[in-house]
């Protein structure tokens, strides 16, 4: 199905471009206010696991998008640190998920590990989320990352979908239920952050 093709092409794009706004406002302000550092190191981790599945499954067209997304996480938890975020914590849990991730595997199948991606979005989320709810002012949040991320969350269900994919339509709507609620605490607190710098 071409369209199934072309909604995992733009995912791709959208994938790739999904981090830049976060990675340019740390860049630009070193303000990690509201951005996990163990949702950077379980990202990188399962983005790694997503690309193994993937070319196992033959899904090509969707295959290349985990390699610049981990790079990407790999240069958040870089940015992080450079911001005095702590980051020691957050890479031992990001190598606990891997090993989980690999548990899985060596007990079940592809499609064991399959499923277990297909809900690790909510694992690195509940982080993210964790820590953008918690903190007063999260404006080390980028309302276009979580903007980019729910769009290529569709994406990626209409992908799986067309492609019988149930670990990526599960995928997909973990994703834009991450995405839905990093934006919800977004719009919640930017009055607050605009009144607390004048």
Same mark, same amino acid.
């Given at each position: 199905?071409?369209?199934?093709? %072309?909604?995992?092409?733009?995912?791709?794009? $959208?994938?790739?471009? %999904?981090?830049?706004?976060?990675?340019?406002?740390?860049a !630009?302000?070193?303000?990690?206010?509201?951005?996990?550092?163990?949702?950077?190191?379980?990202?990188?981790?399962?983005?790694?696991?997503? %690309?193994?599945?993937?070319?196992?499954?033959?899904?090509?067209? #969707?295959?290349?998008?985990?390699?610049?997304? =981990?790079? =990407?996480?790999?240069?958040?938890?870089?940015?992080? !640190?450079?911001?005095? #975020?702590?980051?020691?914590?957050?890479?031992?849990?990001?190598?606990?998920?891997?090993?989980?991730?690999?548990?899985? =595997?060596a007990?079940?199948?592809?499609?064991? $590990?399959?499923?277990?991606?297909?809900?690790? =979005?909510?694992?690195?989320?509940?982080?993210?989320?964790?820590? #953008?709810?918690?903190?007063?002012?999260?404006?080390?949040?980028?309302?276009?990352?979580?903007w980019?991320?729910?769009?290529?969350?569709?994406?990626?269900?209409?992908?799986?979908?067309? !492609?019988?994919?149930?670990?990526?339509?599960?995928?997909?709507?973990?994703?834009?239920?991450?995405?839905?609620?990093?934006?919800?605490?977004?719009?919640?607190?930017?009055? !607050?952050f605009?009144?607390?710098?004048?």
């Amino acid at each position: 199905m071409p369209w199934a093709d %072309f909604a995992a092409v733009a995912a791709t794009v $959208l994938a790739v471009a %999904f981090l830049v706004p976060q990675l340019v406002k740390l860049a !630009r302000t070193g303000d990690p206010a509201g951005v996990s550092p163990t949702w950077a190191a379980v990202g990188a981790v399962s983005n790694a696991a997503w %690309f193994a599945y993937l070319v196992a499954r033959r899904l090509w067209v #969707a295959a290349p998008s985990a390699v610049p997304i =981990f790079v =990407f996480y790999a240069l958040t938890l870089v940015y992080l !640190r450079r911001a005095d #975020a702590p980051v020691g914590g957050a890479i031992r849990r990001g190598l606990v998920w891997a090993m989980f991730l690999v548990g899985a =595997f060596a007990v079940g199948s592809w499609a064991t $590990l399959g499923l277990v991606l297909g809900f690790s =979005f909510g694992a690195q989320m509940v982080p993210s989320v964790w820590t #953008a709810y918690r903190s007063p002012t999260p404006s080390g949040i980028s309302s276009g990352t979580w903007w980019i991320g729910a769009v290529e969350a569709v994406l990626w269900f209409v992908y799986g979908w067309a !492609r019988s994919d149930v670990p990526l339509q599960i995928f997909g709507a973990v994703y834009l239920a991450g995405s839905t609620l990093m934006l919800a605490r977004y719009y919640a607190t930017r009055r !607050r952050f605009a009144l607390s710098t004048t």
